[in-house]
């Protein structure tokens, strides 16, 4: 940093970094608890927790940021600083209006609900009965519609579910989500009837073959070294670990990523990694020289969903990865994969089958099951519906969009953990990853326009290099929509994605 740096700008950075490092070890310690903890570290972990977010808050709150932070935006100082030191101090600043402006109170008494919410869900999905669940999440909600007045004032958004919609994807309105959602949704429909009503379909069957388990953990260190998260060497910065739920957590150089393996479906195993992989390259090519600053860290969740999708889905489901991959596969595996034939699996891998259940659906239908979330919480802010009519609507909207009947309410509305712990705002994401893949895919394709042939002779390296650069990179530079602005030169558009799986699935379906 150079001396004409303000002296109030460099203090504010310094007590950043404090935050930012107790953040890391917070984030390992969690990992521990769900990998390696053994059952009677439980109470000790807790109390662990609760103190690191005691300081967290305590850190993030101090009122010296505060005063630190009205000195670097004098002119006089605030010029010195150059747009990265600018967009660092737009952050701090972000982080804390919004800190400061929940009342401590308000953010405990959710934390509990939360805890209560989420344990009471678990019952109430087991005995599908959603009266056991409704007076615990009508609390939630209360409690986070007062939140989101709040922050809707802090962050001078439209409307207060905008305010929870900001926390994930900065600066994106619900307004806009609705806007490309819509017109996402009218093609997709499209596009989900071609691929049913056609006459050609796979054999899933195949994919339920037993595959020992230890045969996909060698498959699973395969695939995270070929899209270059290196899990293996001695100077490695990752590592694969078993979890119920796949996670990603870390920072730079340490960045983990966790599996579920199924005997019985070991495809589910390699899709999982290569999609937290995707999370974990974002994770490990952000710049170095940002390490420790808010600006060291993913644009949006949406952006890193794209990223994960990207690995996930759009390389890991291509037919030009499986040209390289199946053979590797099938000799990891051996006997009971020996007569697979390598079509057979692509098309399987890709089956498109209107699902009840969103985290087992597929590339075109994945989308469908997050707008018609996205509808219900915008719907529900707006004091539009109320939970009491959540699962009609949402048993309706299954029937409209995917033309399936909900028989209960564990496979309709209570089937995501997600309302129960008060993370309203975050399903818009996922589907917003996808629409930024399209954008971002169809711009790598200008200046690498034969990434696929380059996937198909196993070669990763230089896709990997061209995310790093024109994604990783950036880090928190920029709010998703301008990152996507400058990544692409265009703004949010739904057409590249719709255009991507036009193109897939008339070629897996011959249409
Ligand atoms: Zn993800």
Request: proline letters at 5%; aromatic letters at 10%; charged letters at 25%.
């Amino acid at each position: 940093m150079s001396e004409h740096v303000p002296s109030s700008y460099k203090k504010l950075l310094q007590k950043m970094e404090d935050f930012i490092v107790l953040q890391s070890a917070e984030s390992i310690i969690g990992w521990d608890m769900l990998t390696m903890m053994p059952p009677k570290g439980i109470e000790l972990r807790s109390r662990q927790l609760a103190l690191i977010s005691r300081f967290e808050h305590k850190l993030s709150t101090n009122p010296e940021i505060g005063s630190l932070l009205k000195q670097a935006m004098k002119p006089s100082e605030y010029e010195k600083l150059n747009d990265v030191q600018k967009r660092n101090v737009y952050l701090v600043k972000k982080q804390y209006d919004e800190q400061t402006k929940l009342p401590e109170e308000l953010v405990a008494e959710t934390a509990k609900q939360q805890a209560i919410a989420t344990d009471v869900w678990k019952k109430a999905k087991a005995a599908k009965d959603f009266s056991l669940f409704k007076p615990e999440l009508e609390k939630v909600v209360e409690l986070r519609k007062k939140a989101a007045d709040i922050l809707m004032k802090v962050k001078d958004t439209a409307t207060p579910y905008d305010a929870l919609v900001d926390i994930f994807e900065p600066k994106t309105s619900s307004v806009t989500i609705t806007h490309v959602f819509d017109e996402l949704r009218e093609g997709l429909v499209k596009l989900l009837k071609k691929c049913t009503t056609n006459p050609k379909q796979p054999d899933t069957d195949i994919l339920w073959r037993e595959v020992p388990i230890d045969a996909q953990r060698t498959i699973a260190k395969a695939l995270s070294e070929f899209v270059g998260y290196d899990v293996t060497s001695k100077n490695s910065g990752g590592r694969v670990d078993e979890t119920e739920h796949p996670f990603t957590t870390g920072y730079y150089d340490d960045v983990r990523i966790t599996t579920h393996y199924y005997e019985d479906d070991f495809a589910a195993s390699m899709f999982s990694v290569l999609h937290e992989a995707g999370h974990a390259i974002y994770e490990q090519n952000l710049r170095r020289e940002w390490m420790f600053q808010p600006i060291g860290t993913a644009s949006s969740s949406g952006i890193h969903e794209s990223q994960s999708r990207m690995v996930e889905n759009i390389i890991g489901r291509s037919p030009e990865f499986w040209t390289y991959f199946f053979p590797k596969m099938k000799k990891i595996a051996g006997a009971p994969l020996s007569d697979l034939k390598q079509d057979d699996f692509v098309h399987a891998i890709n089956k498109v089958q209107p699902s009840k259940i969103r985290i087992e659906s597929d590339e075109v239908t994945y989308s469908l099951h997050i707008i018609i979330r996205f509808n219900l919480e915008r719907d529900l802010f707006a004091g539009r519906i109320s939970v009491k009519e959540l699962p009609d609507v949402w048993n309706q909207s299954y029937s409209d969009y995917l033309g399936v009947k909900i028989e209960n309410d564990s496979e309709g509305l209570m089937q995501d953990t997600h309302w129960a712990s008060g993370g309203f705002g975050y399903f818009p994401s996922y589907a917003l990853g996808n629409i930024y893949d399209g954008q971002i895919l169809d711009t790598m394709g200008k200046t690498l326009p034969d990434w696929r042939r380059q996937l198909s002779t196993g070669n990763f390296g230089d896709i990997k290099q061209w995310l790093a650069r024109n994604v990783h990179s950036y880090g928190n530079m920029y709010d998703p929509s301008d990152l996507i602005k400058k990544i692409t030169g265009e703004k949010l558009n739904v057409k590249p994605y719709l255009n991507y799986l036009e193109t897939k699935y008339s070629m897996l379906y011959d249409f």
